[in-house]
C-alpha cells in the first residue's frame, strides 16, 4: 500500500503513526463485525479527524481505504461469505460518507 503512488501523503507518514491508524481501522471493522453497526460512524469520524490533522485529502484517504479494503477481503475469500458481505459493507460505506464531506 505504502509503496503505491497514488497513495500520496500516506507514503510519508512514519510507521507509528501509520500503525496507530490501521489499529483503530481495524478495531473499528472488528466491532461492525461483531454487530456494533455504528463502529461505521466512529471510524468515518476518527479518519476524517485523523486526516484532516495530518493534512491528508479525503479523496486520497478513499483510495487507500479501497486498497486496504482489497487486502482484507482476500482474507474472508472461501471462509466465510457473511463477514466478507459485511466487510465490504463497512468499507463501502465508510468511504462512501467520507466522501459525503467533500
Known amino acids: 500500500m505504502i509503496e503505491d503512488a497514488q497513495a500520496g501523503q500516506f507514503r510519508k ?4 503513526t501509520l ?5 483503530s ?3 473499528h471493522l472488528e466491532n461492525y463485525l461483531g454487530g456494533q453497526d455504528d ?7 476518527f479518519i476524517a479527524n485523523t486526516c484532516f490533522r495530518l493534512s491528508i485529502p479525503l479523496l486520497e484517504t478513499t483510495y487507500v ?3 486496504i479494503s482489497e ?4 482474507q474472508f475469500v472461501n471462509r466465510d ?3 466478507s458481505a459485511r466487510t465490504t459493507k463497512f468499507f463501502d460505506v465508510l468511504v462512501l ?4 464531506r467533500y
Do not use: H, N, S
Open 81 to 83: 461469505p457473511e463477514q
Open 39 to 45: 463502529a461505521i460512524a466512529k471510524c468515518r469520524d
Open 71 to 74: 487486502v482484507v477481503g482476500d
Open 65 to 67: 481505504l479501497y486498497l
Open 25 to 27: 481501522l481495524f478495531a
Open 19 to 23: 500503525t496507530g491508524i490501521l489499529e
Open 13 to 16: 507518514l512514519d510507521m507509528p
Open 97 to 100: 460518507e467520507l466522501l459525503e
